[in-house]
């Protein structure tokens, strides 16, 4: 399952450097081990929601684990270990990109996936 989430540009590039191998997320999603986090950089307008906009910067993540503990995580929200997965924009036209993905549990499904909702 891929999930096409949201994420700032404050915490990007510590993300795609490698620094930042974590997500905080609100826990309303069937996150799995295995499953595949799209980030897409969003820029909230906090005084005019009609001006929010995507930047076109994203990435790709594996879910690779996840912490639950209610002792440590707020309610309704989750940790999620993530590791970046290779991945080619090959063609864009207007909001929607074809991604070819190097990773064989891809293999037969539809990547053509709309990335900048």
């Known amino acids: 399952m891929i999930h096409a989430v949201k994420i700032t ?3 990007f590039p510590d993300v795609i450097s490698g620094k930042k191998t974590f997500e905080i997320r609100a826990n309303d999603r069937d ?3 295995g499953d595949f986090l799209a980030l897409n950089v969003y820029v909230p307008k906090a005084n005019a929601p009609e001006q929010d906009c995507y930047t076109g910067q994203s990435a790709l993540f594996e879910i690779t684990y996840i912490f639950n503990d209610p ?3 707020k309610s309704g929200y989750i940790i999620l270990g993530i590791k970046p997965v290779d991945y ?3 063609g864009r036209t207007g909001s929607e990109a074809a991604v070819l993905v190097n990773d ?3 293999k037969g499904q539809n990547t053509d996936k ?4």
């Open 9 to 11: 540009p404050k915490y």
């Open 31 to 33: 996150y799995r081990v």
């Open 71 to 73: 002792s440590y995580c």
């Open 88 to 90: 080619v924009t090959v």
């Open 104 to 106: 064989s549990r891809f």
């Open 114 to 117: 709309e990335v900048n909702k």
